[in-house]
C-alpha cells in the first residue's frame, strides 16, 4: 500500500487546493480602533445560497488508512479544526475519478481556517494528537445530499498517511 508523508502546511504548497488563514495568529493590514484589531476578509468563501456550519467529530483511527474520498463539485468547503490539529489529505481535481497517487497531507494547526476549491479530492479530517477531532464544517445548505460526489477506492488506489 502506498504511503503518503504528512507535511507541513505551507501557502505554496497548499495553493493548487485552496487557501488557509490561522485566526488566532493574526497578521496584515488590521483596522484598528482604540481597543481592538480587526483583519477583514482573510480567507472569502463563495456560495451563492444559505449557508450552514455543521460540527464534525472524528475518531482517531488505529492507522491513517483512506478507503474513500469525496469532492463537491459547485461549491468551495470550509473546514476549521477547533480542538485539535487536523491532517487533512487532498488531491486536484481528475475528470471525476480519483487519482490518488497524486495526493497530498498536510498538518493543519488548531484554529485555522482552511478553503478548499471546488472539486478537490478530500474526505473528512483525522485527528492529529487526540482520541478525537471536533471540526467547523462551512457549506452550502445541503451540499452533502445533493453535491457530494463520494467514490470507494479500489484496493490499489488505497493509501497510508503517515508522519
Same mark, same amino acid.
Given at each position: *500500500?502506498?504511503?503518503?508523508?504528512?507535511? !507541513?502546511?505551507?501557502k505554496?504548497? $497548499?495553493?493548487?487546493?485552496?487557501?488557509?488563514?490561522? *485566526?488566532?495568529? @493574526?497578521?496584515?493590514?488590521?483596522?484598528?480602533?482604540?481597543?481592538?484589531?480587526?483583519?477583514?476578509?482573510?480567507?472569502?468563501?463563495? $456560495?451563492?445560497?444559505?449557508?450552514?456550519f455543521? @460540527?464534525?467529530?472524528?475518531?482517531?483511527?488505529?492507522? *491513517?488508512?483512506?478507503?474513500?474520498?469525496?469532492?463537491?463539485? =459547485?461549491? #468551495?468547503?470550509?473546514?476549521?479544526?477547533?480542538?485539535?490539529? *487536523?491532517?487533512?489529505?487532498?488531491?486536484?481535481?481528475?475528470?471525476? !475519478? /480519483?487519482? =490518488?497517487? &497524486?495526493?497530498?497531507? $498536510?498538518?493543519?494547526?488548531?484554529?485555522?481556517? +482552511? &478553503?478548499? !476549491?471546488?472539486?478537490?479530492?478530500?474526505?473528512? /479530517?483525522?485527528?492529529?494528537? !487526540?482520541?478525537?477531532l471536533?471540526?467547523?464544517? +462551512?457549506?452550502?445548505e445541503?451540499?452533502?445530499? #445533493?453535491?457530494?460526489? +463520494? +467514490?470507494?477506492? &479500489? @484496493?490499489?488506489?488505497?493509501?497510508?498517511?503517515?508522519?
Amino acid at each position: *500500500m502506498r504511503t503518503i508523508k504528512i507535511e !507541513k502546511l505551507t501557502k505554496t504548497a $497548499f495553493a493548487p487546493y485552496g487557501e488557509y488563514y490561522t *485566526m488566532t495568529k @493574526p497578521d496584515g493590514h488590521s483596522l484598528d480602533g482604540a481597543i481592538h484589531s480587526f483583519y477583514p476578509d482573510r480567507v472569502v468563501g463563495y $456560495f451563492d445560497k444559505p449557508v450552514g456550519f455543521s @460540527p464534525l467529530v472524528v475518531k482517531k483511527p488505529s492507522e *491513517m488508512k483512506i478507503t474513500q474520498v469525496e469532492y463537491h463539485t =459547485t461549491t #468551495n468547503e470550509v473546514i476549521i479544526p477547533l480542538d485539535d490539529d *487536523m491532517i487533512l489529505h487532498v488531491a486536484e481535481p481528475s475528470g471525476g !475519478k /480519483p487519482i =490518488t497517487d &497524486k495526493t497530498k497531507a $498536510f498538518l493543519v494547526p488548531k484554529n485555522t481556517v +482552511v &478553503k478548499l !476549491k471546488a472539486c478537490i479530492w478530500h474526505l473528512a /479530517p483525522l485527528p492529529a494528537k !487526540k482520541d478525537s477531532l471536533t471540526a467547523l464544517i +462551512v457549506l452550502p445548505e445541503c451540499t452533502y445530499i #445533493n453535491d457530494c460526489v +463520494v +467514490v470507494d477506492l &479500489k @484496493p490499489e488506489e488505497q493509501y497510508l498517511l503517515v508522519k
